[in-house]
């Protein structure tokens, strides 16, 4: 059964997000990532309609639609007036160059045309159905619409690996921003859930075996005791950066289980970081470089700040959801889907959960000051995503203007050459030159052991960390 | 709705607006020209006058590159279409993504307002309808025309049909500015019209 976990509602259509809810995803409380489906319905008030059209799709088709809006709006937008008549039906037709042209009904890949200047039709391409026909014609409001719920749900997933967010119920509210709804996500890889589920029964045990260690160091004096604190300070410290993978590989990561109790204290993420402009005061470049800082042990509470991630990569979007309400129909619910952080604080208290949702929040967050020993250490496992991770660590040199992590998605040969190279975000486009990353084709990590293709995430954080993880 | 504003990330929004290669001269022209435009569809919309960018500028941490009235009439004066009247002609980018900033914020603070001129103007296209009959859209296309022919150096006057052309572009431009990435997109717009 899908779950709805994230639902866009701008006054003309809805778009929602659904994952599958699977029992083990119940039992670990976070969404499993199989089976992601978008749904967008396009329900106009205005237009009295049985039932409204709706398409569906994977996240692929999520994205490549929203791809294709947003080309497609921002060749509208430098568009001379005199290039459209207010009904469309005029001589002064739109050079086909210009917009996205379908040829025949066959073709698969969704597009716009416009009709004038307040008229646009979306071609469904492979996403239409037998009850939503091949094409629907959007007013300049409905496509509007449509943008601002893509832009959205785009911010969100730009931020994630392969998987769904996970949600915080509790903060969804009609008044909250979402910034604040965002707070607590965290991104589990897919192959991470199987770990963590061993994890907890590891977790159980190393818990025992701390809890009896700390009352005999109790016992035996006060240094023991200190000792103790520092050694939890270091485990914060590597809670907060290890990638999901570090449990398996890293003797630390059993220490690392625990959680640092000031993170049950938040209540509530604070926005993210601004990021400093040349002539910005000194005020808003301390806050940032604060808020940078995932997790001093000595601050824990700074943890909170990079636990908020990326994940609204726009701190503009969520003015423009509250600042306009009436414009809104709002948005989500997501009950089934309980937070993590800081909301569930308490079960990570009790040590029954791994630190994954933690160490996936300063991940998806890219804001790890944390020394990239431990972060190899979780790589060896898989020779080639280290192998990537060095390449581009010697490479990657953040632009001084780059204030947000570019994501890729690196597509490897099995000889260890790129076989395609996708841009994850706007940014992450924009960037792309300035990475290092090899052109395809281009001999680039050691043969694969497996002869199939190798999925591989890359982050590019503006602080220069590198980081690659499994797809 | 101020307050949700006012969480904005202005320094975030900055480094939005980031460009690989700098425009030429020729080509900023462009640039400030459908900038000045802009400005000029929300003021005949939204009655926006040069306090309201000002205050904006303050509460966007821009008030150090737009500080005072003279600043913007100069900065406004760098379209090389207007009437000249020995005013400044320059608009560095630092100053153009300062007005880009500022034009966003605004048409976000108004986008109830250019959505209702919106679809004030879809309906009366469907019901085959002049726009200017419409009092909010009548109002608007007046004040761009006059505003237009007021402040722009024509060789000849621009015909009523082209103004209110250019105007209606710039509305259902201004809705998707109103947006929350509103600011990028009319960035990469000028960018566009600097090509």
Excluded at chain 1, 72 to 78: I, P, R, T
Excluded at chain 1, 285 to 301: F, H, L, Q, Y
């Amino acid at each position: 059964m899908l779950s709805v976990i994230r639902r866009y509602t701008p006054p003309t259509c809805t778009l929602e997000i659904k994952v599958k809810n699977s029992p083990l995803s119940r039992w670990l409380r976070r969404p499993s990532l199989k089976q992601f489906r978008f749904e967008l319905r396009f329900d106009d008030p205005r237009k009295a309609q049985d039932k409204p059209v709706t398409i569906s799709g994977d996240r692929a088709q999520l994205e490549q639609l929203a791809d294709m809006v947003n080309t497609y709006v921002q060749e509208f937008l430098a568009l001379p007036a005199n290039s459209l008549s207010l009904t469309g039906g005029s001589a002064k037709a739109i050079s086909s160059s210009n917009f996205q042209e379908i040829s025949a009904a066959s073709t698969s890949t969704p597009s716009l045309k416009p009709r004038g200047l307040v008229a646009h039709e979306l071609f469904f391409g492979s996403l239409a159905t037998e009850t939503s026909g091949q094409v629907i014609k959007l007013s300049a409001l409905q496509l509007f619409d449509l943008t601002t719920a893509l832009d959205e749900c785009t911010a969100d997933l730009a931020t994630l690996p392969q998987g769904a967010p996970r949600s915080a119920p509790a903060a969804l509210n009609t008044s909250g921003s979402l910034r604040d709804r965002f707070a607590t996500l965290k991104t589990v890889p897919v192959w991470s859930a199987a770990i963590a589920s061993l994890l907890l029964m590891a977790v159980g045990i190393i818990v025992l075996g701390v809890g009896i260690i700390k009352q005999r160091s109790l016992q035996t004096s006060p240094l023991a005791s200190n000792q103790e604190q520092d050694s939890d300070s270091k485990e914060r410290k590597t809670i907060d950066v290890l990638p999901p993978v570090a449990p398996q590989s890293s003797s630390t990561a059993k220490p690392s289980l625990k959680v640092p109790s000031s993170l049950s204290s938040q209540a509530n993420l604070p926005p993210p970081p601004p990021v400093e402009p040349p002539q910005l005061s000194t005020r808003i470049t301390d806050k940032s470089e604060r808020k940078a800082i995932s997790v001093a042990p000595n601050s824990p509470k700074k943890t909170s700040p990079s636990l908020s991630p990326l994940a609204n990569s726009d701190p503009a979007s969520t003015k423009t959801r509250s600042s306009s309400p009436s414009s809104s129909r709002i948005v989500t619910k997501l009950p089934s889907l309980p937070p993590l952080l800081p909301e569930s604080s308490t079960s990570l208290q009790k040590r029954e959960q791994a630190p994954v949702p933690t160490v996936s929040d300063s991940l998806a967050s890219g804001n790890l000051n944390q020394s990239e020993s431990n972060s190899t250490t979780a790589l060896n496992n898989i020779p080639q995503l280290a192998e990537v991770q060095q390449y581009l660590k010697q490479r990657w040199n953040p632009p001084e203007d780059l204030s947000r992590t570019l994501q890729y998605r690196l597509i490897i040969n099995p000889n260890g050459s790129i076989e395609r190279i996708i841009p994850l975000g706007d940014a992450s486009k924009i960037y792309l030159d300035r990475t290092g990353i090899p052109l395809k084709g281009e001999q680039f990590v050691s043969i694969l052991e497996k002869k199939q293709q190798l999925k591989i995430r890359v982050l590019l954080a503006p602080e220069g960390i590198v980081q690659t993880f499994l797809e | 709705m101020q307050h949700s504003i006012n969480q904005s990330s202005p320094a975030r929004e900055w480094k939005d607006l980031s460009i690989a290669q700098t425009p030429s001269i020729d080509n900023l022209s462009n640039i400030k020209t459908h900038l000045d435009l802009i400005i000029i569809a929300l003021e005949s919309l939204a009655g926006i006058s040069s306090e309201a960018m000002l205050q904006a500028a303050k509460k966007l941490n821009l008030d150090s590159v737009i500080a005072d009235r003279v600043t913007l009439w100069r900065l406004r004066q760098s379209n090389p279409q207007r009437k000249s009247s020995g005013g400044r002609k320059k608009l560095d980018v630092e100053e153009a993504r300062s007005l880009v900033l500022i034009v966003c914020y605004l048409a976000k603070q108004h986008q109830e307002l250019i959505r209702r001129a919106c679809l004030l103007l879809e309906q009366t296209i469907q019901q085959n309808q002049p726009p200017h009959r419409s009092g909010l859209l009548g109002d608007y296309l007046d004040a761009f025309s006059n505003t237009y022919q007021e402040r722009m150096e024509e060789a000849e006057p621009l015909s009523t049909d082209i103004l209110y052309q250019l105007a209606l572009k710039l509305l259902i431009d201004l809705i998707f500015y109103s947006s929350a990435q509103g600011h990028r997109r009319l960035w990469l717009a000028l960018l566009d019209y600097s090509k």
